[in-house]
């Protein structure tokens, strides 16, 4: 599976948006963008995934670029429980026996 | 829908002794579980991938003796760490993900067990 770029650390605002980078650029055209979270203390949460359209729940919105080799994940309004380490994972798609590979994420902050 | 529940959620156990966590798909059929074990300030690292009926595939440099997997039903899977040691403290999450409406490859969490073997 392809590896999976992210920034270490981000600060949001509350009540703004949360623009969260991932960059894969060796994303093979198999494979889908993967969207978790980790609350402080707790087991993931699936948040949203997608192969290359742009993609929107009632969580959060994903643009991935034209040529796949980077996504956004966006918290359209950032609340202070959306603060969490995110991974992006990026992960062949169309079995039910994917291995998700956890890098270290990006620590997401929001603040009042 | 798509809930996971994992228990305990925390045990302390003597150096030792052995300890069973049971994750439990409640609202649909898990065709794949999964084991991970988090050390603080650390990513989760997989442990294991169980399908139902069938034995676990262990990662490399898991100890399949030591962590022993049963998924015996679509709905309930457990880990049970067999004569723990203080090193196999740690935070241990099991997921699951499953067929039919549920798209595949997605993986459904537990709440997770913190293990502490004194």
């Known amino acids: 599976d392809a590896k999976t770029t992210q920034p270490p650390s981000m600060d949001c605002a509350e009540g703004r948006a949360a623009n969260l980078p991932c960059n894969h650029s060796t994303i093979s055209g198999n494979e889908y963008v993967y969207w978790y979270r980790q609350i402080h203390s707790q087991g993931p949460q699936y948040i949203i995934h997608?192969?290359?359209n742009n993609e929107t729940n009632e969580m959060a919105s994903l643009i991935i670029t034209e040529d796949r080799k980077s996504s956004t994940l966006i918290l359209p309004h950032a609340t202070l429980r959306d603060t969490a380490v995110y991974y992006c994972?990026?992960?062949?798609?169309?079995?039910?026996?994917?291995?998700?590979?956890f890098g270290q994420g990006t620590i997401l902050t929001v603040h009042p | 829908g798509a809930v996971v529940s994992q228990h305990p959620s925390r045990v302390i156990c003597k150096s030792g002794t052995s300890v069973k966590i049971e994750c439990r798909s409640l609202?649909?059929?898990?065709?794949?579980m999964f084991w991970y074990r988090q050390f603080p300030k650390q990513s989760l690292m997989l442990m294991a991938t169980s399908n139902e009926g069938s034995k676990a595939t262990y990662e490399q440099g898991v100890e399949k003796d030591k962590f022993l997997i049963n998924h015996a039903s679509l709905t309930l899977s457990t880990l049970t760490v067999t004569s723990a040691h203080p090193e196999d403290s740690s935070f241990y999450i099991c997921?699951?993900?499953?067929?039919?409406?549920?798209?595949?490859?997605?993986?459904?969490f537990g709440a997770g067990t913190r293990l502490s073997v004194l």
């Open positions: 609202d649909f059929q898990a065709t794949t």
């Open positions: 997921s699951a993900s499953g067929g039919g409406s549920l798209a595949k490859n997605i993986q459904y």
């Open positions: 994972i990026v992960l062949a798609g169309g079995t039910s026996y994917g291995k998700l590979t």
């Open positions: 997608g192969l290359k």
